[in-house]
């Protein structure tokens, strides 16, 4: 359902504008009998304008016992009428109403730029019945384990794996992917993607309240929340600023009394040196860019779960990545086999029911060889993980470990061989496979690094940031090879370390400036919470990796890393240009107040016009060129959508899934 934007607030500020008009009909018109429209017209602007700020300021007052910046808009406008001067105060309010009524909608469109997805959702879903019938049903009764069809150019109804065919999805929505993703059997498939092409069947894995987008509208409300430290600041400093303005009227009044105005020519300089020194600008000068960064990046498919996060991330100058999955594709290929008995189905078959319970990129690649030869997995037992080492467990005939040197170490086994040697030599990862004492053979595998990477990385250096290192648990061979095309020096590569490690070098980083690890979300965890930010790379479907870090990238493309830093430091220069613009025109009209007979009108224009412009400087971030990609792929989304309609007719696709 579309949001009304027609409210309470917007009405009361229509009001307080017809009123002004009236008012102004009945001062400047040359005809004596419109005169009493300037007395209705100020007695509904003192109502439609004065009451809703009088109401907020008396809420704020018992509710959080804070003294409200509209209490400053309302003893200003009370004491213009007190002194005769009703029309000024009129406009004072006229225009505090609507500039109020401006902000609200403008940080309303940044709080809900996000929740624009939902609209995104599919109202309906086609079925698949138990007994092989298709029926179409609402999404919102989808249950796991269902089966539903996709037809080109479907949105996907929900979170599901695909169990039948293959074709290209638009994950914009969710990602910030500008380009579409194949996607294949036992892939995953994200709630309101783009099916371009093919018909899939979809197992359902989440229901619509679990899905991607519920949880990405949940974090990110969550993050708009959760203030950042420059928000707190503000807010703290507006409310103890406003006690100190009211009592600098005060005194002011006094002053310009005792130095020869009468009281009421004192009391209209105290009005408008009160409208003069309000913060209104000062205060939402933060926020307006904050709330507009936060949505902006949610929608280019990256996550920061608050404010503060974004601040940080603008600061560091160094970042350290983890390698496997983060640099690097994190899809290894299984190179050679080496096994000493010479039976290599049999050694697939224990090596990879081991690595049936690991979530490793190397274990993956291991059971896809077993898969692809057609071997099954041996029944394994008890299995554990030993982190950065392998994973131990236990079949029929006892005990099994795969792992790297360090586990072969652990376990009392030797791998002083001439074919080990020959392995251990390249710059390949080698796991070796063995049984108590004995080694039994050994695989290597081999991970590329993301084609993202290197740009990103260049991307990152050439906007000041000072370090990068790579971290991995790999061998140095591997990790120097990698390291080499990534564009990294040797002394910025650190392998062969432990978690521990880990975090105990991200700790030595922070000790020299802020410090971002860019990681998995899950193996990394501890070095995650230890960096200023920490940072999940492909985070998308994930619950570990969308809980596990300040900042969520939801897509595998490393340049969302750059294009989110480069945000951050976007929104901390408005933030800057915003605080300048509003000090700067709060300390003009101060001394036009204090020095010069400013008008109180002049005082309002300039205090209101300050405000919304420093909305507006930050609601520019809405369209930050974060969501570039996303944008672009508007068009190929409505032109796969269209060819869609006018290609596969209801009956066609009927005929097709039934």
């Known amino acids: 359902m579309k949001r009304a934007s027609f409210d309470l607030p917007t009405f009361m500020s229509l009001m307080a504008t017809l009123g002004m008009i009236l008012a102004m009909a009945g001062t400047w018109l040359p005809v004596k ?21 009088m109401w907020r300021a008396v809420s704020a007052l018992w509710r959080d016992h804070i003294l409200d910046i509209d209490l400053l808009m309302v003893v200003a406008a009370i004491a213009a009428a007190i002194v005769g001067a009703p029309f000024e105060g009129a406009v004072l309010l006229t225009l505090f109403s609507v500039s109020t009524t401006l902000e609200h909608h403008a940080l309303g469109r940044a709080r809900h730029a996000v929740e624009a997805l939902m609209a995104l959702r ?31 150019g479907a949105r996907v109804p929900t ?33 309101a993607t ?25 974090l990110v409300t969550q993050a708009q929340e959760a203030k950042a430290p420059s928000e707190r600041f503000s807010s703290w400093f507006g409310q103890r600023y406003t006690v100190a303005v009211i009592l600098g009227a005060m005194l002011a009044f006094v002053a310009f009394y005792l130095l020869g105005h009468d009281w009421e020519q004192a009391l209209y300089k105290a009005a408008t040196l009160l409208v003069a020194a309000s913060p209104c600008a000062i205060v939402i000068s933060v926020p307006a860019a904050i ?24 600061a560091v100058d160094t970042f350290a990545f983890d390698k496997t999955g983060t640099l690097t594709n994190g899809r290894a290929v299984v190179r050679r086999i080496i096994t000493l008995d010479g039976d290599e189905r049999r050694f697939l078959s224990l090596l990879a029911g081991l690595e049936a319970h690991s979530e490793h990129h190397i274990a993956a690649a291991i059971r896809r060889e077993a898969a692809v030869r057609g071997i099954a997995p041996t029944n394994v037992i008890d299995v554990s993980s030993r982190p950065s080492a392998g994973i131990v467990g236990s079949d029929e005939f006892g005990p099994l470990w795969a792992g790297n040197p360090r586990l072969v170490k652990d376990m009392g086994a030797s791998v002083d061989r001439a074919e080990f ?12 496979l063995g049984r108590g004492s004995t080694v039994l053979g050994a695989v290597s595998v081999a991970d590329e690094a993301r084609l993202s990477s290197a740009p990103a990385l260049t ?16 061998r140095r061979p591997v990790a120097l090879r990698i390291g080499a095309e990534l564009g990294l020096t040797p002394d910025e590569v650190h392998a062969e370390m432990l978690p521990e490690d880990k975090v105990r070098r991200v700790g030595e980083l922070a000790a020299h400036g802020k410090v971002a690890f860019v990681g998995d979300g899950v193996n990394d965890a501890a070095a995650l919470a230890r960096a200023d930010v920490g940072i999940a790379m492909g985070a998308a479907g994930s619950d570990v990796a969308l809980q596990a870090a300040d900042v969520a990238l939801l897509s595998e ?33 101060v001394t036009g107040g204090l020095f010069f007979d400013l008008p109180l009108p002049m005082a309002v224009i300039g205090h209101e016009g300050g405000t919304v412009l420093v909305v507006l400087n930050g609601l520019r971030l809405l369209s930050d060129r974060i969501r570039r990609n996303t944008n672009e792929i508007a068009s190929t989304r409505q032109t796969w959508s269209d060819r869609s309609a006018s290609t596969l007719p209801s009956k066609t696709f009927s005929a097709k899934i039934s």
């Open 33 to 53: 009998e419109l005169a009493v429209l300037r007395w209705l017209g100020l007695m509904l602007v003192y109502f439609a304008g004065g009451l809703p700020a």
């Open 122 to 152: 599919p109202e309906t879903a086609f079925r698949r019945n138990k007994d092989g019938t298709v029926v179409e049903v609402p999404a919102a009764e989808l249950a796991v384990g269902d089966t539903v069809i996709l037809r080109p």
């Open 159 to 191: 979170d599901g794996v695909i169990m039948q065919g293959r074709g290209g999805i638009d994950e914009a929505n969710i990602t910030g992917e500008s380009m579409p993703v194949s996607k294949e059997i036992g892939q995953q498939v994200f709630e």
């Open 194 to 218: 783009v099916n371009l092409d093919g018909v899939l069947e979809v197992a359902v894995t989440k229901t619509i309240g679990d899905s991607t987008i519920a949880r990405m509208i949940q």
């Open 291 to 314: 709330l507009s960064a936060l949505s902006a990046a949610a929608r280019g498919g990256v996550l920061f779960k608050g404010g503060g996060a974004l601040e940080t991330l603008a």
């Open 421 to 432: 040697r020959e392995l251990a030599d390249t710059t390949q990862t080698v796991v070796y």
């Open 459 to 474: 991307a990152l250096r050439n906007s000041g940031v000072r370090h990068i290192v790579m971290m991995t648990g790999d």
């Open 557 to 589: 493309d490393m340049k969302k890393l750059a294009d989110a830093r480069g945000l951050a430091r976007r929104t901390a220069a408005i933030i800057r240009q915003n605080l300048t613009v509003a000090i700067g025109a709060m300390l003009v009209l």
